[in-house]
């Protein structure tokens, strides 16, 4: 079927101005199937179902939109006071400086581009795999792109449990710096992972992280996202889960003028456990858009899919929600709640929740809410000496705990409350 001409024309347009990097024969092959599929789907509008609340001109166009950098030498960087191994990138290129030894016991690590020429490489049976089946039922052809021009990214291959996380940076240096990045990670049988993610990354960013999770594997991943306003992102992780695995990813997002991540997990082994979790905060020129597609394709599984958004001054929220049971996957537990918190009239949440369920063995439920804030626990606070501002923090703060509580390690959750306390306090200063 022939594309409508807007899309025909915004897809030429960015294509025009792609060049795919120089790349070995498996990966050549990788990036040129990709290519054919964003060609075929086209990039997305505003008359796609899964775009109707997102505006994705600035993330198709040619360029990316000129975003200031923001330089703050006393805001700590996240997770300063964590032992980990720093991958570092700044504007979507792989800074040797800046990061550490990549060995680590447990883990190998290898840079994108030096993999791509091995004739025979694990990665080879993933990347671009997750991604492509990700395409259905669902097009996601942004994902695509990233597959097909993607100029830097780490493999990582879990074969033990290594002694502590993966921290993966992202620095923004060049106001118009249109990163694109493609991670692939697999996690041997018995293994586990911390991976931890965080930086404005680059005015554009395009990511895309492919996850195995084998049998009986446990893979945890911590994000946040923030400090430079202006930046705009699109990322995506695929995942796929085998029996008795388990998935584990909570985003922080504070500030960012456009932000849509999506996540699409599979659970393909019986008793595996995959939770994905946001809390974000906005002020004023803010959209984000978390888009969520889990498929239950094996029995006794459970997923848990909890967001919390906080808006004020005209900020906009936006969740799309998806859980998929196939008729084997009887005994399913599927759990899915979106709610936000607006602090003012000019904000709003958009959101669209959804079920589809062919097992009749299941325990499956979602919400959705929108509301202001508790006018009689304002008052209980007040009442007893707290300032109006304080009082709307704190309980901003008991808003956004479900969702926090998502995160399994109790110092990060720790670390998480601390910042988003932080980024409160600075906007009542």
């Known amino acids: 079927m022939a594309l409508p001409e807007k899309k025909q024309e915004a897809t030429k347009a960015r294509l025009s101005v792609a060049r795919m990097p120089e790349s070995g024969g498996w990966l050549k092959r990788a990036r040129e199937n990709a290519m054919e599929r964003v060609r075929q789907m086209g990039l997305p509008d505003r008359r796609d179902e899964y775009w109707k609340y997102t505006r994705p001109e600035s993330l198709v166009r040619p360029s990316a939109s000129p975003a200031k950098v923001f330089e703050d030498p006393s805001d700590p960087p996240m997770f ?14 792989f800074d040797e400086d800046a990061s550490d030894d990549l060995a680590l016991s447990g883990v190998k690590i290898e840079r994108l581009s030096p993999a791509s020429f091995t004739d025979i490489h694990w990665a080879r049976d993933l990347y671009g795999v997750l991604e492509a089946r990700g395409q259905d039922p669902v097009q996601r052809p942004l994902a695509a792109l990233n597959t097909a021009l993607a100029n830097d990214g780490v493999f990582i291959r879990v074969t033990g449990k290594p002694s502590k996380p993966v921290n993966l940076i992202y620095n923004h240096k060049s106001e118009t710096s249109d990163g694109i990045l493609h991670h692939v990670i ?8 911390t991976v931890l993610e965080n930086g404005p990354a680059a005015a554009r960013f395009n990511k895309v992280m492919e996850v195995d999770v084998a049998d009986g594997a446990s893979f945890h991943h911590v994000r946040t996202m923030g400090r430079d306003h202006e930046r705009r992102a699109v990322t995506h992780i695929f995942s ?26 599979e659970l393909t082994g019986d008793d595996a456990v995959a ?34 958004k906080v808006l004020r001054n005209g900020a906009t929220g936006v969740f799309q929600g998806k ?5 084997e ?54 009442a007893r000496g707290v300032p109006k ?22 110092d990060l959750r720790a670390e998480i409350v601390e910042r988003l306390d932080a980024w409160l306090g600075r906007r009542r200063d």
Request: charged share 25%; glycine share 8%; net charge negative.
């Open 80 to 93: 300063h006071a964590f032992e980990r191994l720093k991958i570092v990138f700044t504007d979507g290129v």
């Open 186 to 193: 697999k996690l041997d049988p018995g293994t586990e992972l």
């Open 240 to 265: 796929r889960l085998g029996t008795e695995s388990v998935f584990k990813s909570f985003t922080l997002t504070a500030n960012g003028v456009l932000t849509r991540n999506e996540c699409v997990l």
């Open 275 to 308: 939770h994905v979790a946001g809390a974000c905060v906005g002020d004023g020129d803010f959209h984000h858009d978390d888009t969520v597609f889990v498929t239950h394709d094996a029995g006794n599984c459970e997923s848990r899919q909890v967001f919390k």
């Open 323 to 327: 859980i998929l049971v196939k008729p």
């Open 329 to 382: 996957a009887q005994k399913t537990d599927g759990y899915q709640i979106s709610q936000s918190l607006l602090l003012d009239d000019d904000s709003q949440f958009l959101a669209k929740p959804e079920l589809e369920i062919y097992a009749d063995d299941v325990a499956c439920s979602h919400g959705s809410t929108s509301g202001a804030i508790d006018e009689e626990g304002l008052f209980y606070l007040r």
């Open 389 to 410: 501002d304080t009082a709307t923090d704190l309980m901003t703060l008991a808003f956004l705990a479900e969702a926090v509580e998502e995160i399994e390690d109790e």
